[in-house]
Antibody, heavy 124, light 106 residues
Framework: QIQLQQSGPGLVKPSQTLSLTCAVSGDNVANNSATWHWIRQSPSRGFEWLGRTYFRSKWYHDFADSVKGRLTANADTSKNQFSLQLSSVTPEDTAVYFC??????????????WGRGTLVTVSS | DIQMTQSPSSLSASVGDRVTITCRASQTISNHLNWYQHIPGKAPKVLIYAASTLQSGVPSRFSGSGSGTDFTLTISGLQREDFATYYCQQSYSTALTFGGGTKVEI
């Protein structure tokens, strides 16, 4: 059974870096046909896509304009996981963070597998 | 970014009802439109992709239609386990965007 298991702290202080990891079981993070995403959900912004990581002979990363410059993403094939680091956090970054797998059918992309979410609160 | 607008934001329904949720994109997205079901505390679940293709394992009472900018999710014969929040999401652009959600309540 394919699963995404999220881990990371639930509380981060303002100005610090939020770090989350998503461990993949039942698939390979270096799968040439998948993409690996981070999405967050908050009452003020709803679901907000943050970025994606994927492997096509080399690693690629795309980020949302709203977090570009603060977001770093990478993948660790030895641990079969991918991760997110969001720097200089403020209370506005308080949200439930999800990781997800992007699957492709013909030319259509969709998020077919999600983690259960991690509530991250930014507070001193 | 492409803006996705859903309506209604919430609705009340009963078991057995037919429910329709609409989603409008701020620009044409062909049929690069997906629908998800979310129950708080659980992982979101894809129901429909490419506007009208039922994801494997999803009951046939769920259906989707539309193309361009206007899309619809229909639940024919609402079941108790369908009370949840539903979201549309476009995958036309790299920057995925979601609708604001429709909460289906008893």
């Amino acid at each position: 059974q394919i699963q995404l298991q999220q881990s990371g702290p639930g509380l981060v202080k303002p100005s610090q870096t939020l770090s989350l990891t998503c461990a993949v079981s039942g698939d390979n993070v270096a799968n040439n046909s998948a993409t690996w995403h981070w999405i967050r959900q908050s009452p003020s912004r709803g679901f907000e896509w943050l970025g994606r990581t994927y492997f096509r002979s080399k690693w690629y990363h795309d980020f949302a304009d709203s977090v570009k410059g603060r977001l770093t993403a990478n993948a660790d094939t030895s641990k079969n996981q991918f991760s997110l680091q969001l720097s200089s956090v403020t209370p506005e970054d308080t949200a439930v963070y999800f990781c997800a797998r992007g699957a492709m059918a013909a030319i259509y992309w969709y998020l077919d597998l999600w983690g259960r979410g991690t509530l991250v609160t930014v507070s001193s | 970014d492409i803006q996705m607008t859903q309506s209604p934001s919430s609705l009340s329904a009963s078991v057995g009802d037919r429910v329709t949720i609409t989603c409008r994109a701020s620009q044409t997205i062909s049929n690069h439109l997906n629908w998800y079901q979310h129950i708080p505390g659980k992982a979101p679940k894809v129901l429909i992709y490419a506007a009208s293709t039922l994801q494997s394992g999803v009951p046939s009472r769920f259906s989707g239609s539309g193309s361009g900018t206007d899309f619809t999710l229909t639940i024919s014969g609402l079941q108790r386990e369908d009370f949840a929040t539903y979201y549309c999401q476009q995958s036309y652009s790299t920057a995925l965007t979601f609708g604001g959600g429709t909460k289906v309540e008893i």
